[in-house]
């Protein structure tokens, strides 16, 4: 397993060892002993889940807040998103900047998003599964989001307004101004 930082702490890549043969190919997806060593900590993942998109649809930017506050290990297994996270943690250096990375079934690149980040995505081809694992429960009252295509903060997502698909939800989030009333 590699392991790389990028520039805003706590986010990291993580590509898994892969091993090719004549049958086809291996690889462990998660192994907690040597991703806890990377992270420094020891992560417990309650939940797993899996999401099938259309082109262009995009899901985010969405976080829960305490005392339901989710990290998060995201991979694609088949297809290609474009990944956004997006550092709201208050005092962060890097405040209301945001991280992108296309991830795809091909690269089997992760990124590792720790609680204190907006995450969302686009599907870049049709019917795209994208997997994550997340360190606490889905709670609804915990649940917020951001607005995609805030303008404070300057996402390329790869594809026009028009050209998206969005949830209702996703539609009437707030924007990051709104986030530190």
């Known amino acids: 397993m590699e392991i790389k930082t990028t520039f805003i702490d706590g986010l990291l890549l993580v590509r898994p060892a892969v091993f090719n ?44 807040i305490p005392p339901s506050a989710q990290s998060k290990l995201v991979r694609v297994v088949s297809g290609s998103i474009l990944d956004i996270a997006v550092d709201i943690r208050p005092g962060s250096k890097t405040y209301g900047q945001h991280f992108s990375v296309k991830l795809d079934a091909e690269s089997r690149l992760q990124l590792w ?34 607005k995609w295509n805030d303008t404070d903060l300057s996402i390329d997502w790869g594809a026009s307004p028009q050209d998206t698909i969005l949830s209702d939800k996703d539609s009437e989030a707030i924007s990051f101004k709104d986030l530190a009333r």
Not at 128 to 142: L, R
């Open 113 to 146: 998003i720790p609680d204190g980040f907006a995450h969302g995505f686009r599907a870049i081809e049709v019917d795209t599964v994208v997997m994550y694992k997340c360190t606490n429960f889905y709670d609804p009252a915990c649940e917020r989001s951001l």
């Open 21 to 64: 043969d004549n049958r086809g190919c291996f690889f462990e997806s998660w192994n907690a002993q040597k991703f806890n060593e990377a992270v420094g900590m020891e992560i417990n993942f309650v939940q797993d889940n899996v999401s099938i998109s259309k082109a262009n649809v995009i899901r985010g930017l969405h976080y829960q």
